[in-house]
């Protein structure tokens, strides 16, 4: 069982550079989420999607931007690398907004120089 | 916004005791998850609690929905090695994002 995908594990980034973190579950879940995790701290939502098309804010978007062509694949788009973006981050997916847990991926640790 | 107040932030522990944490809330909550997250994983959910009152074991641990739905506790008995990692709580109010507490480290000492 795959569950959440999350590509690259680790990504060191200079200050301005961009990229895209990738997830993918295959859970046929309509819902996936981003979050952020720094150290001592809960979960941060980024953003989320109810399905394919469809996406919203959380509670610290700025900075970030994603996509959901495909009810499989969240990717999360950072466009212009600060250190403030220095974190791990975690996709999930559930099946309903009703919560009976998300599945997670194992994380992408990025470090921004 | 909402908060979550999560505590003990991290417990000493020797093998074989009982360990209890608990999370609160200012705002009443729908939901209460419990997850563990490994060094390099993503969190696993534990145990999930939908009814104020409910009181929910998985093997060694057992999770309440406190019964003003603004707190929750997580217990484990006879604590093991690989009970070691970060425990997180989680409630979900009524617009269905959970809001998560900072984490509980749980650490084995030698």
């Known amino acids: 069982n795959a569950g959440v995908t999350q590509t690259p594990k680790f990504r060191i980034l200079k200050i301005g550079q961009s990229m895209t973190l990738q997830c993918a579950q295959d859970?046929?879940?309509?819902?996936m989420y981003w979050y952020r995790q720094d150290p001592g701290m809960g979960l941060k939502l980024i953003y989320y999607s109810v399905g394919a098309g469809i996406t919203d804010k959380g509670e610290v978007p700025n900075g970030y931007n994603v996509s959901r062509s495909t009810t499989e694949d969240f990717p999360l788009r950072l466009e212009l690398a600060a250190p403030s973006q220095t974190s791990v981050y975690f996709c999930?997916?559930?099946?309903?907004?009703?919560?009976?847990?998300?599945?997670f991926g194992s994380g992408t640790r990025l470090t921004v120089v | 916004g909402q908060q979550l107040n999560q505590s003990p932030q991290s417990m000493f522990i020797q093998e074989g005791e009982d360990v209890s944490m608990n999370c609160t809330s200012s705002s009443i909550f729908n939901t209460w998850l419990w997850y563990k997250q490994d060094p390099g994983e993503g969190p696993v959910l534990l145990i999930a609690?939908?009814?104020a009152g409910e009181l929910t074991s998985n093997g060694r641990l057992t999770a309440q929905f406190g019964i003003t739905r603004k707190d929750s506790f997580l217990n484990i008995s006879a604590s093991i090695p690989s009970d070691v990692g970060i425990y997180f709580c989680?409630?979900?109010?009524?617009?269905?994002?959970?809001?998560w507490g900072a984490g509980t480290k749980l650490i084995i000492k030698p």
């Open positions: 999930a997916s559930s099946r309903t907004a009703a919560n009976y847990g998300y599945t």
């Open positions: 609690l939908y009814k």
């Open positions: 859970m046929n879940h309509n819902y």
């Open positions: 989680a409630g979900q109010g009524s617009n269905y994002q959970l809001i």
